[in-house]
C-alpha cells in the first residue's frame, strides 16, 4: 500500500487565536473553522506549499497535558525553510515566538533555530544554503 501524508495535528486552548498566529507568522490560510459535534473548535489550516494543519481545542470532557516545546521523546517540532534566519527570528520574536536555540551553522548544510510557539510547539526554522 503507498502512504500519502495527510496532515498535522496541533491543540490550542483557543484555536483560532493560535491559527491566527501561525497566518501572520508563515502565511497559513485558513480553510475553515467549525464547532464538531466533540465540542472542539476545529479550525483547518493550509501552509502555502498546501500541508494541513489541523488545529483544535480539547473536546467535551477531554483532559489536557501541557505542551512541551523542550527536546522530548515522540514527535518533537516540525521544521520550515526560511529565506533569512535573523531576520525571521527578530519577526517571529515580535510575535511572541521565544528563540529557544541556535541559529546554529550545520557544517555543509542548513542553519537552523529552534522557536517556541503559542501552546508550547517547537518549530525548527531552517535557511538552506545557496
Not at 22 to 41: E, P
Not at 64 to 83: K, Q, R, S
Request: glycine fraction near 10%.
Amino acid at each position: 500500500m503507498a502512504y500519502e501524508f495527510n496532515h498535522v495535528h496541533l491543540k490550542a486552548p483557543d484555536p483560532k487565536k493560535t491559527a491566527d498566529w501561525y497566518v501572520r507568522a508563515f502565511n497559513f490560510r485558513i480553510v475553515s473553522d467549525t464547532v464538531r459535534s466533540f465540542g472542539d473548535r476545529f479550525v483547518r489550516c493550509q501552509t502555502p506549499d498546501g500541508v494541513v494543519i489541523n488545529i483544535s481545542g480539547a473536546r467535551t470532557g477531554e483532559q489536557m497535558g501541557g505542551g512541551d516545546a523542550t527536546v522530548h521523546w515522540g514527535i518533537e517540532h516540525f521544521g520550515l525553510n526560511v529565506d533569512d534566519m535573523d531576520a525571521e527570528i527578530e519577526r517571529l520574536k515580535g510575535f511572541g515566538a521565544e528563540l529557544m536555540e541556535g541559529p546554529t551553522d550545520i557544517p555543509n548544510g542548513p542553519r537552523i533555530a529552534f522557536i517556541r510557539a503559542p501552546d508550547d510547539v517547537r518549530i525548527e526554522l531552517l535557511q538552506l544554503p545557496g
